[in-house]
């Protein structure tokens, strides 16, 4: 039988998507930062319109997890930043 | 809760450098091998720039995604077992793994599981796939049909397999970089076994007909192998439609771990190689040696990455390279497209400047981590032999300019790349007397050049 997980209310969606820009703007890289920002963006604009409750509840679990995975990795990669920062991020 | 500490310790302490064991086996690091200036921007063989480049050679090879890595992370921890252990957890949990990697490595390959076997690399994968077909088929098979513009590794294999005593028929190419169908039909032979043709060319980024290819095989009933490095993870790959008996793949080109690759081999009709890697009978007996963990469950979250994300990098991908074409061909002429339009892989822009000198193009090009024509295929200045094979002019060759659009590139990435490259190749134009005349009107090949 399905879990009778309740769908994520409006609140804790918003919640989530700002910790992922939040943990995203922490990247020390300028690609995987600009990257991470651009598709959890996305992403949440794609699934703005699902009605289906499992698969709401499928996508916020997936969110959960992504973040998590930013998180850890944001720490991981500030470990060994490299000293000069990409031309991108130095003003030209 | 560990990395709530972790990152409160970060803002305490600044740079981590006594944690490093590297520098803490180098007290003082050798001036040669310490390039980078504090802060100041980078000085190396010569060249000083500001900062990092930005990275445009996904062909070459892909940064690590975070997912991928946080994938791999706990195998080179905690969960190091050696996955051929039977009897204790640590190799139980390590063969869970790469087996679970092997089922992601064959959805994105509409393959089974088991007909995965991994290797180091496609390199591997590809001497594996040649050499050991041919070696296995070697009492009735003594032919091998293969294209000019095959990375080198399969020409390098083919090579050795003629000074073995076996024929070797090189299909020429299209100046679209495509393969000749019908001249492929009239090579094949009663005693061809194997065809190998790759399926994105790495330098030019032309997708091959692998369909119709794979039909041909199937009605001569001889083995297809495709070197699917630079495809996989980027176009849609089904082995069932394209009637492929054995194809290559590499770990670091959809943003994977380096130092892994698989080779997928077809079980229905069953195909057989002689195995290149004795030893232990490791992955079924056909590539002994431990299985590196890490690396194969990096790779399984890389495929199973791309599968999720190919249509939106793609689309992605295709808006940023037509951005870049428009914007250099707005502001420059003489700008040519190296193989076919329209059967061309998205990340993949490959092209020449006319009237400009390829190794000064390049050296004003610090800032843009680009690949040139020559320089993939080797140390010697020679012009690629892809590009050659396309029937490209020498001097048109000697000014390509490889362009690897990725996951990770930003649009502005693309816009400072355009201003770069334009600038450069209009500084060099400007100090081109060649230029000039052409600019007046004067025919540059119908000049009788004085002899001295």
Redesign the interface.
């Known amino acids: 039988m399905t879990s009778a997980v309740p769908p994520p209310v409006r609140s804790e969606v918003l919640l989530l998507f700002r910790s992922l820009l939040r943990t995203s703007r922490e990247f020390a890289d300028y690609n995987i930062r600009e990257y991470t920002k651009r598709r959890t963006i996305d992403a949440f604009r794609q699934n703005r319109d699902l009605s289906d409750p499992s698969a709401v509840v499928a996508a916020f679990s997936d969110g959960k997890s992504q973040l998590e995975v930013a998180r850890r990795q944001v720490i991981v990669h500030s470990l060994y930043a490299p000293k000069v920062k990409s031309v991108m991020e130095i003003k030209h | 809760m560990a990395?709530k500490h972790?990152?409160a310790a970060?803002r305490r302490t600044s740079?981590?450098r006594s944690f490093s064991t590297a520098a803490a086996t180098t007290a003082h690091p050798p001036p040669a091998a310490e390039p980078?200036d504090?802060?100041e921007?980078?000085s190396m063989k010569g060249v000083k720039?500001?900062?990092?480049?930005?990275?445009l050679d996904m062909q070459a090879t892909s940064?690590l995604d975070?997912?991928v890595?946080?994938a791999m992370?706990p195998y080179n921890l905690s969960r190091y077992g050696n996955p051929h252990s039977r009897t204790h957890l640590y190799g139980w949990e390590s063969d869970a793994a790469v087996e679970a990697a092997r089922a992601q490595v064959a959805s994105l390959i509409n393959a089974s599981p088991k007909e995965i076997v991994f290797t180091s690399g496609a390199t591997e994968a590809n001497n594996i796939s040649v050499k050991g077909v041919m070696n296995f088929y070697k009492d009735k098979k003594r032919h091998v049909i293969t294209t000019q513009t095959e990375h080198k590794c399969v020409l390098d294999s083919c090579r050795h397999l003629q000074q073995q005593g076996f024929d070797v028929t090189y299909l020429p190419v299209g100046p679209d970089g495509l393969v000749d169908l019908d001249q492929l039909r009239s090579a094949v032979r009663s005693n061809t076994g194997l065809v190998s043709v790759m399926m994105v060319n790495n330098e030019i980024g032309v997708i091959q007909p692998m369909e119709e290819i794979g039909k041909i095989c199937k009605e001569f009933n001889v083995p297809l192998h495709t070197d699917a490095a630079q495809a996989l993870g980027k176009i849609p790959i089904d082995v069932e439609k394209m009637n492929v008996s054995l194809m290559s793949l590499s770990g670091h080109k959809i943003y994977g771990p380096k130092g892994v690759g698989a080779l997928y081999m077809r079980r229905r009709p069953r195909i057989r190689v002689e195995p290149q890697m004795n030893g232990g009978g490791q992955e079924r007996g056909i590539r002994s040696g431990t299985v590196p963990t890490p690396l194969v469950v990096g790779m399984g979250a890389a495929c199973e990455l791309a599968m999720r994300e190919m249509e939106?990098d793609e689309r992605r991908i295709n808006k940023l390279q037509e951005r870049l074409l428009n914007g250099i061909r707005a502001r420059l002429d003489g700008v040519v497209v190296n193989g076919s339009t329209e059967r061309r892989y998205v990340g993949n822009l490959n092209l020449s400047f006319a009237y400009v000198e390829g190794e000064s193009l390049l050296m004003g090009l610090k800032?843009v981590a680009v690949s040139s024509g020559s320089a993939c295929t080797s140390a010697s200045l020679e012009p690629s032999y892809v590009l050659r094979a396309l029937g490209v002019d020498e001097d048109m060759a000697h000014t390509s300019i490889r362009f690897g659009i990725g996951?990770?590139?930003?649009e502005?990435?693309i816009d400072?790349a355009i201003e770069l490259t334009v600038n450069q190749v209009e500084k060099l134009r400007e100090m081109s007397p060649l230029y000039e005349m052409v600019k007046e009107g004067i025919d540059i090949k119908s000049i009788q050049w004085t002899q001295h």
């Open positions: 990395s972790l990152t970060l740079p981590f980078y504090d802060g921007g980078i720039i500001a900062g990092r480049p930005l990275y940064p975070p997912r890595h946080d992370l939106y800032e996951r990770f590139t930003t502005a990435e400072r």
